[in-house]
């Protein structure tokens, strides 16, 4: 993926847990990106069931690590992957009203 211009560099949260936050709202390039590898990852490799197989998703959290500097793990991608599938078929329905 070639280097987004603009890049806010920002270190990942931590939660109680000791878990990585990502601020994904705050950082709307890092969304953007994300969303493009998702695309890219798809159109390359397809799908492992209903979402991006293993290989995928550790070269997306790479990719965002390389270029924001921002610790991800699978479930942190998955969970993103799967809000934004839910919040896209909810605006899909509105807009079909």
Not at 54 to 62: A, E, G, L, V
């Amino acid at each position: 993926m070639s280097s987004t211009q603009g890049v806010e560099r920002s270190e990942s949260k931590v939660s109680e847990s000791g878990k990585p936050r990502i601020d994904w709202v705050g950082n709307p390039s890092l969304n953007q990106f994300y969303i493009e590898l998702c695309l890219q990852e798809l159109n390359q490799r397809g799908r492992g069931g209903s979402s991006l197989t293993s290989n995928s998703w550790n070269k997306i959290s790479k990719e965002i690590k390389d270029e924001f500097g921002v610790t991800t793990t699978q479930k942190n991608l998955k969970n993103r992957w799967d809000y934004l599938k839910k919040s896209y078929t909810a605006w899909t329905k509105l807009m079909n009203r």
